[in-house]
């Protein structure tokens, strides 16, 4: 018999998308699954949809205070049995394929956690892009790639159970969690496997300065945590301190200069230069 796979789907105020997640996990091609819903202190009575008639594969569980999708992650995982976990979120769709495929893989690379592509969808812009870009490739070093870009997503992830057992989601980062878990995993020895296909398929949200001032404040909170691994690449510590300053600039122009100049420092980089000359 195929072996279990729990999904842990965490959830805070979305009653209005939960079923359409739900439904796109349950419809997986392969059906050995249970389904873990984290209701992480919702106030929408999100709980009203789930009663005793619901698929007998879905678990539901909640709490009252609302603690974050980290806390909800860990916990779901705990309280699920399967030999491998996925995590989906409460907004998301997955291709009906996407759990087969991974787990295929996943043997086949002999891996211990796989993640696909995802298809990011704009409905301001109503354009729709792949994530993350060409750059990234399999047949490249994991941990070298994830350290400049964030190409994880949680959505995207299958791991064996001893794993997830081990790492967990860092409950202190607001923004980020996926790249904090996934450069935990590739820095503690886990063979990470990249399966270049877009089986998620995720809607983003509109941009704003206080969105980017945040995204500052999550770079400066994962390279903190990160920096002996950052300190042995300094291409990928200019890349994240370019991120950085980029984030900054129009909200804090003295921030955004300060860590241009440590890209540069770090590693010298033309169009970094110039964006340091301009924003004097």
Known sequence: MNELISV???????????????????????????????????????????????????????????????????????????????????????????????????????????????????PIHKTSKYYPDETFRSDRNILAQLLENNAVSTQTILIKREVINKIKFDVTFKRYQDWDFALQAASSGIKIAYLAEGLVDSTIQGNSISANVKEGVAYEHLIEKHMDLYNKNPRALAAIYKKIGNSYRNSNRKKSRYFFKMSLKTQFHLKVFVKWIVGR
Do not use: H
Request: aromatic share 14%; glycine share 4%.
């Open 8 to 122: 842990v789907i965490p959830s805070y105020n979305r009653k209005n998308t939960i079923l359409s997640c739900i439904r796109s996990v349950l419809e997986q091609t392969y059906s050995n699954l249970e389904v873990i819903v984290i209701d992480d202190g919702s106030t929408d009575y999100t709980y009203t949809l789930f009663n005793d008639s619901f698929d007998d594969r879905v678990k539901f569980f909640r709490y009252e205070e609302n603690r974050g999708a980290c806390y909800a992650r860990n916990l779901g995982a705990e309280l699920s049995s399967g030999a491998y976990i996925a995590f989906q979120d409460s907004d998301d769709i997955w291709k009906k394929t996407k759990l087969a495929k991974e787990l295929s893989y996943l043997k086949k690379e002999n891996a211990d956690m796989v993640f696909c592509g995802m298809n990011r969808k704009d």
